[in-house]
Antibody, heavy 121, light 110 residues
Framework: EVQLVESGGGLVQPGRSLKLSCAASGFTYSNYVMAWVRQAPTKGLEWVASISTGGGNTYYRDSVKGRFTISRDNAKNTLYLQIDSLRSEDTATYYC??????????????WGQGVMVTVSS | DIVLTQSPALAVSLGQRATISCRASQSVSISRYNLMHWYQQKPGQQPKLLIYRASNLASGIPARFSGSGSGTDFTLTINPVQADDIATYYCQQSRESPPTFGGGTKLELK
């Protein structure tokens, strides 16, 4: 059974940093592109970033470029999202999501339960 | 970015057909591939993939869900609607980066 379990969220002051983690199991993690998708309270879904199987290629939405860093550790079956210079508009539930493609199909067949990030002073 | 437009809500009776539409600001089809996907999200839960590439049923999804469309116009059909189907439904395109989602259609009971 595919499982994605996020952690690392919480209440953070504007301008501070946070690192989210996603522990994957139930599939050959290193074979799949992975992504982060977020959802602001009462809002819709927004793709944030994706990373290739080996981690050498990363992709970001324009609004987070330079502040967010997606990475992965294939030995630990774990996906990460480093978020720097947090802003109030980053407040959202962040979902870890598995892409069904080895090269990136850019849709998501499994999702974690999500982790909440609240940016407030 | 490709903008996907969905109606905010749809009221339906149990046992009836629900048709949820999604319109893209430009074509999301390449050759024979229609790069539109559908998700279901219940309150407090993560999204679940229902349909991929416009008409392919995801693993474990009941056959009362189906998808159709090409180019800029796509439809998710639920027939017949069951109580467990009350949720918000999102379309998502993968034709161009960034992948974008529609605003969601909340399926409500009439």
């Amino acid at each position: 059974e595919v499982q994605l379990v996020e952690s690392g969220g919480g209440l953070v002051q504007p301008g501070r940093s946070l690192k989210l983690s996603c522990a994957a199991s139930g599939f050959t993690y290193s074979n799949y592109v992975m992504a982060w998708v977020r959802q602001a309270p009462t809002k819709g879904l927004e793709w944030v970033a994706s990373i290739s199987t080996g981690g050498g290629n990363t992709y970001y939405r324009d609004s987070v470029k330079g502040r967010f860093t997606i990475s992965r550790d294939n030995a630990k079956n774990t996906l990460y999202l480093q978020i720097d210079s947090l802003r109030s508009e980053d407040t959202a539930t962040y979902y870890c999501a598995k892409d069904p493609g080895i090269t990136g199909a850019d849709y998501f067949d499994y999702w974690g339960q999500g982790v909440m990030v609240t940016v407030s002073s | 970015d490709i903008v996907l437009t969905q109606s905010p809500a749809l009221a339906v009776s149990l046992g009836q057909r629900a048709t949820i539409s999604c319109r893209a600001s430009q074509s999301v089809s390449i050759s024979r591939y229609n790069l539109m996907h559908w998700y279901q999200q219940k309150p407090g839960q993560q999204p679940k993939l229902l349909i991929y590439r416009a008409s392919n049923l995801a693993s474990g999804i009941p056959a009362r869900f189906s998808g159709s469309g090409s180019g800029t116009d796509f439809t998710l059909t639920i027939n017949p609607v069951q109580a467990d189907d009350i949720a918000t439904y999102y379309c998502q395109q993968s034709r161009e980066s960034p992948p974008t989602f529609g605003g969601g259609t909340k399926l409500e009971l009439k």
